[in-house]
Nanobody
C-alpha cells in the first residue's frame, strides 16, 4: 500500500507561484507513474499533470500547459508540481496520485488526502 502526503498548498495572489510536494511512503515510488489532479468546489476532479516512471514523460492539461511543471526526485520519494502564473480559476484542492501502469486522466491506484490552493484576484 502506497501512502501519499501532499504539502505546499496555501493562499497566493493571482500571478504568483506555489510548489506542491507529494511524498510517498514506499520505495516502489520509483516504479510508479505520478500525477496531480484538482477539484474545485462544485466541480468534478480533473487531471492536471503526470509523469511516467519510465523515461520521465510528462503530460499536462491544456489549462496549465506552460504554467505548471511536474517533476520528481526518486531519491526522496517525492513528486512536485511547480505552479507559476497562477489564476483564480486554479483554486482547488490538489491531489497527488500514483499508478503502476496508467498515466493521465485514468490513473489513480493511490491517492493523497489533498492540499488546498487558493488564488485571490
Amino acid at each position: 500500500q502506497v501512502q501519499l502526503v501532499e504539502s505546499g498548498g496555501g493562499l497566493v495572489q493571482a500571478g504568483g507561484s506555489l510548489r506542491l510536494s507529494c511524498a510517498a511512503s514506499e520505495r516502489t515510488f520509483s516504479s510508479m507513474n505520478m500525477g496531480w489532479f484538482r477539484q474545485a468546489p462544485g466541480k468534478e476532479r480533473e487531471f492536471v499533470a503526470a509523469m511516467t516512471w519510465i523515461g520521465g514523460i510528462t503530460y499536462y492539461a491544456d489549462s496549465v500547459k506552460g504554467r505548471f511543471t511536474i517533476y520528481r526526485d526518486n531519491a526522496k520519494n517525492t513528486v512536485y508540481l511547480q505552479m507559476n502564473s497562477l489564476k483564480p480559476e486554479d483554486t482547488a484542492i490538489y491531489y497527488c496520485a500514483a499508478d503502476p501502469g496508467r498515466v493521465g486522466a485514468r490513473m489513480g491506484n493511490y491517492w493523497g488526502q489533498g492540499t488546498q490552493v487558493t488564488v485571490s484576484s
